[in-house]
């Protein structure tokens, strides 16, 4: 829930005690009001301001990464993962640029679209880039599941077959088609509107009404959960290889102790990839179909706010605020994908591995010092045994 939400609660509670008072007090009133309404909206305004910086500073810093490696990297295996990789990372860099800086300035005109956006083609924008965008991410990342789990499962038809035109060529087709979904309504199939609190647009999932609108909602909320479903088949199938593969391999040399150290790395960065989307996309995708399912759309809080006499307005107040926050979830996505697919690999799952280790054999050394020290003990109680026995001759 945003700040603002308090603010607005305020706001009319204010003005309804200012009409029953005189003129000099209602207008005291009115001017506080205008004060707690710019502070809140300072607040606010941070939620975008840090989420924008923070995405840009991560996927920044993934871009030059993998450029760098790819530039030095000679197989094609890695340079299409590298593909994919600089690839999501620009498709979030680039869904940060131009959403922000929408959604910053609507907070700074006082949460009024109208004031940026008078002719309603802005909000229009705003959401062919959250559609395309969101499901280029999600997308992407079920591609490079795919890649990784035929890798794994299928190395040498993956490596005649999987050339790096051919992963670029995936990857255009990708835009594309995404780029192509988001821009129906400007075919007259569904509708963009401002949504709860209204600093941003979306897809309408309750106005039956409007021509193709319940299919594109609906659509966009199926392409995005099957999106998921993918990524956690394919990551799933891609552990199982890789563990299978590691007991094939275990021993003492040094080659399979450095595929073991590969593969707890990569299992690990499969999980926390898969945590990641289930926890950033899966509140938003259920929700679009709930709320399409009960006829509920994000921009009718702002009539329930004027309605107190509206029946279910508490549930759809409630509905929004839930929309709000998952639209924020999958957001944060953008900001979380560059760290669980690159930048965490090359920082913590190594610092983690090392540690493991450390403790293992930390746990290994203490079981050989308790032994040599329990020998010890009872080396000087084995000796005076032996003195204290009788001598033969």
């Not at 450390?358 to 079981?367: D, F, G, K, L, P």
Request: glycine residues 6%.
């Amino acid at each position: 829930m945003m700040n603002t939400d308090g603010c607005d609660s305020r706001h009319g509670l204010q003005i309804s005690n200012g009409e029953m008072l005189d003129f000099n007090v209602s207008k005291s009133l009115r001017e506080g009001n205008d004060t707690k309404n710019s502070s809140c909206g300072s607040v606010s305004v941070g939620f975008p301001i840090t989420m924008m910086i923070t995405g840009m500073v991560g996927n920044s810093l993934a871009l030059m990464l993998v450029y760098i490696s790819y530039k030095k990297k000679e197989n094609k295996r890695k340079k299409s993962f590298l593909l994919c990789i600089g690839s999501l990372a620009l498709t979030d860099l680039f869904g940060q640029l131009l959403t922000s800086p929408i959604v910053i300035s609507v907070y700074r005109a006082d949460l009024k679209w109208e004031r940026i956006d008078s002719s309603g083609n802005l909000c229009a924008f705003f959401g062919v880039c959250m559609t395309t965008f969101g499901l280029c991410s999600l997308f992407l990342a079920s591609a490079m599941a795919i890649e990784r789990a035929l890798a794994i499962t299928n190395p040498h038809w993956y490596s005649n077959h999987m050339k790096t035109s051919v992963t670029k060529q995936t990857l255009a087709v990708i835009w594309c088609l995404v780029l192509l979904f988001a821009l129906l309504p400007t075919a007259g199939v569904g509708q963009y509107t401002r949504q709860w609190p209204g600093t941003w647009c979306f897809i309408s999932t309750g106005d039956r009404k409007v021509p193709g609108n319940m299919f594109f909602a609906i659509t966009f909320a199926v392409l995005g959960i099957f999106s998921l479903l993918v990524t956690l088949f394919c990551n799933v199938v891609t552990i199982r290889g890789l563990i299978s593969r590691c007991k094939t391999k275990s021993g003492t040399s040094q080659s399979s102790k450095q595929w073991e150290r590969l593969t707890t790395e990569t299992v690990i960065q499969l999980l926390g990839i898969m945590c990641v989307l289930l926890i950033c996309w899966s509140p938003l995708l259920v929700l679009m179909l709930r709320m399409v399912s009960n006829q509920v759309s994000s921009h009718d809080c702002n009539a329930t706010a004027v309605s107190s006499n509206h029946i279910s307005s508490r549930d759809v107040h409630l509905d929004c605020n839930f929309f709000l926050t998952a639209i924020r979830m999958a957001s944060l996505n953008q900001i979380l994908d560059p760290w669980v697919y690159l930048l965490l690999r090359e920082i913590l799952l190594r610092k983690f591995c090392i540690v493991a280790n450390a403790v293992s054999n930390c746990s290994i050394e203490e079981q050989k010092e308790t032994q040599t020290a329990l020998d010890a003990l009872n080396k000087p109680k084995q000796d005076s045994i032996n003195l204290h026995k009788p001598q033969c001759g």
